[in-house]
């Protein structure tokens, strides 16, 4: 398995992935599916696009980051996403590509990572927490979908002082 920077051919894959997620699943609150063109714009746009490929040269997950809100007081703190395809969880996909985008965060200058995890997410919340997130609020009955209310849950995991970093 290797880790490295989305292309824009990635998007089909990425789209693969992402939408039965999104369609089929409480993982993600939206019910809106990606488009290609969504994709390959946010492979360009964010400061953090990855994708696990398999031997097979087959894309099995991706993990990306951007500013968790925007101006620059929220320039140092970044929300990530990590989705796998069905077939490499429980292979160390997932550990790979968050150590990879958390190394990569720590070299630009980022104090904190944050995931924002559906609460009906066990195995998301199982994973954060064995990656050293820690839970650090819980609202409850902000997502709707499939007809009922659902909680988030958001993780932090502090990576150090930033101030040190370059603006």
């Known amino acids: 398995m290797i880790i490295r920077p989305a292309r824009k051919e990635d998007a089909t894959a990425v789209l693969a992935i992402q939408n039965p997620i999104i369609r089929d699943t409480a993982v993600t609150f939206t019910s809106l599916e990606k488009t290609e063109a969504e ?45 796998l395809a069905p077939d490499a969880r429980g292979q160390g996909t997932g550990r790979l590509l968050i150590e990879a985008a958390l190394d990569r965060a720590r070299r630009t200058g980022v104090g904190s990572m944050w995931a924002g995890v559906s609460g009906e997410n066990a195995a998301g ?37 930033a101030g040190d970093a370059s603006d």
């Open 39 to 83: 994709i390959v714009a946010a492979i360009a746009a964010a400061p953090c696009f990855l994708v696990a490929e398999d031997d097979a040269g087959r894309v099995a997950g991706f993990v990306s980051y951007d500013q968790f809100r925007k101006g620059p007081g929220y320039a140092r703190t970044m929300e990530h996403s990590i989705v």
């Open 125 to 161: 919340l199982a994973f954060h927490a064995r990656a050293g997130f820690e839970e650090v609020a819980r609202l409850p009955s902000v997502g709707f979908k499939f007809g009922r209310w659902m909680d988030l849950i958001l993780m932090r995991k502090w990576l150090g002082d």
